[in-house]
């Protein structure tokens, strides 16, 4: 089967920098995605990455490192609405399969 | 596009009784998700759908359970004799066959509270 470990809170001030971390097994890999969900609503998509390195979209970034099964979510100039959980999620083991999420990083940004 | 859309949004109902929850995808996507999240926990996969056909159900998935896209457009999750334990937010999502960057897009889920 799949795993993903995330640290399961992390806090920060408006305007800082914070990264978090996923680590995952599966049997097959077919990209590390992230996704975001405020209280109350939907999770998102945020970002995904298929190759190692980093894929940046605004003030998110995404990174990936295939030969350590390890991926990072990076927020940058840190704003209150980014208070939310945030999920690593891979697929199944083919293409095609369902996603499969960790339980989820609860980041509190405070003034 | 009007997303992904789900109803009842809440429901409680009484332990033992069955419960119907409706799924009504982005028209366009013929991939449809069931997940069920409970509080401080990620979206635990429950079952999908490629067109009509169902093909994949999680192993957690009890025979309580059950889903069905009889037209590969909406769909259905029925539980039956619920339990407590069976109080979730039941989420549904959908993607085309071959999504860019694993993409799915969530309705905003279907609350159950078991008494």
């Known amino acids: 089967g799949q795993s993903l470990e995330q640290p399961s809170e992390v806090t920060a001030v408006e305007g800082a920098i914070v990264q978090i971390n996923c680590t995952y097994q599966?049997?097959?890999?077919?990209?590390l995605s992230w996704y975001q969900q405020h209280d109350g609503g939907a999770p998102t998509f945020l970002s995904y990455n298929a190759l190692d390195g980093l894929e940046e979209t605004g003030r998110f970034s995404s990174f990936l490192s295939r030969s350590d099964s390890y991926g990072y979510l990076l927020l940058q100039e840190l704003q209150m609405k980014d208070s939310a959980s945030y999920f690593c999620a891979v697929r199944g083991n083919q293409a095609g399969t369902a996603l499969i999420f960790g339980k989820g990083t609860t980041l509190s940004v405070s003034s | 596009d009007t997303g992904v859309s789900q109803n009842p949004r809440h429901k409680i109902t009484k332990r033992g009784q069955n419960v119907t929850f409706r799924c009504d995808p982005i028209?366009?996507?013929?991939?449809l998700y069931w997940y069920r999240q409970t509080l401080g926990q990620g979206p635990e996969f429950l079952t999908y759908?490629?067109?009509?056909?169902?093909?994949?159900k999680s192993r957690l998935l009890s025979d309580r359970f059950s889903a069905e896209r009889p037209k590969g457009s909406f769909s259905t999750l029925e539980i039956q004799r619920t339990e407590q334990g069976d109080s979730a937010m039941y989420l549904c999502a959908s993607s085309r066959t071959l999504s860019s960057g694993n993409t799915i897009y969530f309705g905003e889920g279907s609350w159950l509270t078991v008494v």
């Open positions: 599966t049997s097959g890999f077919y990209g």
């Open positions: 759908f490629q067109n009509e056909a169902q093909l994949e």
């Open positions: 028209s366009e996507h013929n991939r």
